[in-house]
């Protein structure tokens, strides 16, 4: 994908517009995991070089069009003026006339970053209003917000079509890494995915079907594929909705395609349960499926040890409960002890492995859960639209 990058525009003392994604957890009104801060300091520090007018901006959790205090950015300001040791001017709005005043008020090399966006219901809705406040503020907009590119939300895809436009180093870095790794992947190619939902992975888990050499399925997604099959799983988690499509998966099934031979099973999803390892045929109706089993980690971990390329999105049970995170945990250990290159991404994926401190030894590390998948199942991202170059 042929997209313009920070460096092929002048951002000389300019005002630049960065979208960047700052959705970090906070507890306390303090940052708990700054990894979507540092990650955006290489494009923040090259426009500081430049002697640019630094505009950030960002959205934080879900206040659906309303000003929510506990989503203020302010502590992410305070967090990254320590990073950058440096003055971070963090304003209470993000349009308006007190936020073009201060802006106007800029020097070169200074910083601003700009009041939640999601404050604006115009903001999910890609008003062409509220984008062109948004680009009001500025000479040149750069989008560095890979967690948020699945989205064509003001900031992140109806400004760029307003002033000169272009991919920051980081979403640039994002989507040069997963196009590499889904257009030319060394073999074997090892795909693990687990998680929640497969209402939400779906899709891509068709596309790694194609591509793939192994596809791994776990979590309690896999129940889903499990119950379409005619396998009897208790009371554990299902999507009713999806057991047609589902279905159609579990028919795939074969030497490539892998789903759990067997399961840790409890009455309840707690620490103290009394779980039993149990072969997937033989699940009691009071029962519930919370992670993988013994054999099923076995020959996963088998496969992933062998292979070359790796890609892993989803824990492999409910690994927030230590009973339940023996499939998790065996999975990240295999992932980075492998001498592989190894892509993951999502939240909990993320939480897991840097619970074991084993993220230094992922080869990539992606900021976006769903950016990630749909990028690898579409090869396309609504917010990279408007910052192609033209074909000539
Ligand atoms: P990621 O954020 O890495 O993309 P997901 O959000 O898709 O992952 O899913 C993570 C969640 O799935 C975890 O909170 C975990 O507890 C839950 N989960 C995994 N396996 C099961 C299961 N068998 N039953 C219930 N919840 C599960
Ligand atoms: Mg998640």
Redesign the pocket.
């Known amino acids: 994908m042929n997209l313009k990058t920070l460096k092929d525009l002048d951002v000389k003392n300019k005002r630049v517009l960065v979208r960047v994604d700052f959705n970090v957890p906070l507890e306390d009104g303090k940052v708990v995991d700054d990894t979507r801060i540092t990650e955006a300091l290489p494009t923040i520090n090259y426009l500081r070089e430049q002697e640019a007018k630094v505009i950030l901006m960002s959205h934080l959790g879900r206040p659906e069009g309303k000003v929510v205090e506990e989503l203020r950015l302010e502590p992410v300001g305070h967090r990254l003026a320590e990073l950058i040791d440096d003055h971070v001017l963090t304003l209470t709005d993000c349009v308006g006339e007190e936020v073009q005043r201060a802006v106007e008020g800029m020097e070169e090399g200074d910083v601003v970053l700009l009041e939640n966006l999601r404050f604006y219901a115009a903001e999910e809705e890609n008003k062409k209003e509220f984008a062109h406040q948004l680009a009001e503020l500025a000479d040149v907009y750069i989008n560095d917000a890979f967690g948020a590119a699945h989205r064509a939300h003001a900031s992140t895809e109806g400004v760029a079509h307003l002033i000169p436009a272009a991919a920051g180093l980081l979403l640039e870095k994002e989507i040069k890494t997963l196009s590499e790794v889904m257009s030319d992947p060394a073999k074997p190619f090892v795909a693990v995915i687990?998680?929640?939902?497969i209402s939400?992975?779906m899709g891509v888990i068709n596309k790694l079907l194609e591509k793939t050499d192994n596809l791994l399925l776990?979590?309690?997604?896999?129940?889903t594929i499990v119950k379409a099959a005619g396998v009897e799983v208790g009371k554990?988690?299902v999507e009713e909705e999806m057991l047609a499509e589902a279905k159609q998966l579990s028919e795939k099934k074969d030497s490539k395609l892998k789903i759990p031979v067997d399961v840790v099973v409890a009455q309840e999803?707690n620490n103290t349960a009394r779980t039993r390892i149990s072969n997937i045929n033989d699940i009691k109706p009071e029962e519930?499926?919370?992670?993988i089993g013994a054999e099923t980690i076995k020959e996963y971990t088998e496969i992933i040890k062998k292979a070359k390329t790796v890609i892993w999105?989803?824990?492999?049970?409910?690994?927030?409960q230590s009973n339940?995170a023996n499939g998790t945990n065996s999975v990240a250990k295999a992932v980075a002890e492998g001498d592989n290159k190894s892509v993951i991404?999502?939240?909990?994926?993320?939480?897991?492995v840097s619970k074991l401190a084993l993220t230094d030894r992922v080869s990539f590390v992606s900021t976006g859960?769903g950016a990630m998948?749909e990028f690898m199942e579409k090869g396309d991202l609504p917010a990279l639209e408007p910052l192609k170059k033209q074909d000539k």
């Open positions: 687990g998680g929640a939902k939400t992975k776990g979590g309690g997604l896999a129940n554990s988690l999803a519930a499926i919370f992670d999105n989803g824990p492999m049970g409910m690994f927030e339940f991404g999502g939240g909990e994926t993320l939480e897991a859960g998948l």
